[in-house]
Structure formats: structure tokens, C-alpha cells
């Protein structure tokens, strides 16, 4: 798909990936419907796709929320007249191990709230965000592309059963919807990033960081652009559908 005068929902766009993809999409010529939990926080995704010369707003929306998603995707299209593209990008993490025994010798679990918030932000987003805007494209008859971030913890990781479930359920559902959806011209793919410099790694010690960035083959994270990089290509690439690209500098877990 030529992303020029197209119409895409980025989730998550108030920074990190989100923003890069958002920014990224812009530069081709898309229109953007930026999600995230707070508008406020959207500017200066905003005001980056604005440079491009491009139709740009802003939608405060939990992706966990089934009616603030049913809300924000009826206002994008009454906004744009149509959507053509979503990139489920919103995410979090709350790391920790399944049991922990302490120096006590009590046994530490992990809480059913983390695991249930990472399930419900990352899976039932996904879930959530990709129906209302399916149904739509469906609807209006004129296809479309979704593309989802998944992670290189799909594989499993220690520390982080919810998530690592979470983005295992995101790829299989990518190859899911490739099935349903490709009679009705709508394309459904996915990116695996490893590491990348954001946020989302600021709770993680320099020390482990930089272990960490030693073990990857290429010996550095990715940037948020080279992610942008990859959903961009997906956008542009009309066969490719229900796979997921593993974008990690070499890295497996
Ligand atoms: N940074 C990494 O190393 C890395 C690696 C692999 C995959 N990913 C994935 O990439 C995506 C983006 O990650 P990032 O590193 O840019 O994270 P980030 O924490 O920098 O940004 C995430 C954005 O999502 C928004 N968000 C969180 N919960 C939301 C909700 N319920 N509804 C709407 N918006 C919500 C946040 O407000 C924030 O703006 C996530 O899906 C993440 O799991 C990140």
C-alpha cells in the first residue's frame, strides 16, 4: 500500500515507537489518528507529523477499555471519512519472576494484577483495537493494513510470563487474522523487536543494560526509527501477510 492520503491509527504514539512509526507513516504521506492514554501527551507526536505536512490528531484511549476503543475508532472515522491502516503499538511491562523464594525462605508470587495488566494492554489492545477497526474496513469494503508489536519475549523470557504471553498471543493472532481478513483485501503482519532505546527500558539498571546490549550480535539496541522502519515496510509490501518480522540485531532468547 501507498501510505500517501492514507488514513492510519498509530496506538501507543505519544512516544517511543509509537511516535517514531507515527513520524515515519507521516513522512510517506499518511494522515495520522494518534491513541494514547493522555491527548495532552500526544503533541509532540502531533506536532512531528504536522512537519511532514500531514493531517494530524489526537485520541486519549486505554486500548484495555472496550468502550473507549469503540468511542475513539467511531470519532477517527467521522474525523477522517475512512481508515486504512492501525498499527497496534501500545504496550507495557511489569517484570517479575512467577515464584521468588526469599532469604527468609518465603516464597514471593507474582500478583495476578501484574500479570492481568500486561494481558489486558498488550493482548486485549490488540484484540480490541484490531476488531472495532476491522469491522470498518470490512464495512466500508476498502481493505486495509494492521500491523502489530509483538517482541523477541514471545520466545519466552525470564521474569516476564506476562509478557512474554501477551506478545505470543500477538503473533499467533496476526497469523490469525491473515487467515479471516484476506478475503476482504485486509493485510495483517507483525514486528518483533528486541531491545530498543525507550522508556520502556528506563527501570532496567545501566549495568544489566549494558550486559544486555553485549549479547546482541550487532552489540547495540535498535532505534525507535529502525522499528518504524520495518512496520513502514510492511505498509509498502502488498504480499506480505501473517508473519511477523524479528527485528533484534541477531538476539535470541
Ligand atoms: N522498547 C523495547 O525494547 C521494546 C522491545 C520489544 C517490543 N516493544 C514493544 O513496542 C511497543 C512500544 O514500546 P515502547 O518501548 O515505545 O514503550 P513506551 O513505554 O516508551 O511507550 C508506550 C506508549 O504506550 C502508551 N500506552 C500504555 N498503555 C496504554 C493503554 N492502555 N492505552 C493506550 N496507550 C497506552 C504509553 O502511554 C506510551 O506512550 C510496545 O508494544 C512494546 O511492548 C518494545
Not at 14 to 39: F, K, V
Not at 161 to 183: D, F, H, I, P, Q
Request: charged letters at 25%; hydrophobic letters at 45%.
Amino acid at each position: 500500500m501507498d501510505p500517501a492520503g492514507k488514513t492510519f491509527i498509530v496506538t501507543g504514539a505519544a512516544r517511543g515507537i509509537g511516535r517514531a512509526i507515527a513520524q515515519r507513516l507521516a513522512a510517506a504521506g499518511a494522515n495520522l489518528a494518534l491513541i494514547d492514554l493522555s491527548a495532552a501527551d500526544l503533541d509532540g507526536s502531533l506536532e512531528g507529523c504536522r512537519a511532514a505536512g500531514r493531517t494530524a490528531r489526537g485520541y486519549a484511549a486505554d486500548v484495555a477499555r472496550e468502550a473507549d476503543v469503540i468511542a475513539a475508532v467511531t470519532r477517527i472515522t467521522s474525523d477522517f471519512g475512512r481508515i486504512d491502516g492501525l498499527v497496534n503499538n501500545a504496550g507495557i511491562v511489569r517484570d517479575g519472576l512467577l515464584v521468588k523464594r526469599r532469604d527468609d525462605g518465603a516464597v514471593d508470587r507474582l500478583p495476578l494484577a501484574e500479570w492481568q495488566a500486561v494481558i489486558d494492554v498488550n493482548l486485549t489492545g490488540t484484540f480490541l483495537c484490531t476488531r472495532e477497526v476491522a469491522a470498518r474496513m470490512v464495512e466500508s469494503r476498502t481493505g486495509g493494513v494492521i500491523v502489530n508489536v509483538s517482541s523477541i519475549s514471545k520466545a519466552g523470557n525470564a521474569g516476564q510470563t506476562n509478557y512474554s504471553a501477551a506478545k505470543a498471543g500477538v503473533a499467533a493472532m496476526t497469523v490469525v487474522w491473515a487467515k479471516e481478513l484476506g478475503r476482504h483485501g485486509i493485510r495483517v503482519g507483525a514486528v518483533a523487536p528486541g531491545f530498543v532505546h525507550t522508556e520502556m527500558l528506563s527501570a532496567m539498571r545501566p549495568a544489566v543494560l549494558e550486559k544486555l546490549a553485549e549479547a546482541v550480535p550487532l552489540r547495540r539496541f535498535a532505534r525507535p526509527e529502525e522499528i518504524a522502519e520495518a512496520v513502514a515496510c510492511i505498509v509498502a509490501q502488498d504480499y506480505f501477510t501473517g508473519r511477523c518480522l524479528e527485528l533484534d540485531g541477531g538476539l535470541r532468547l
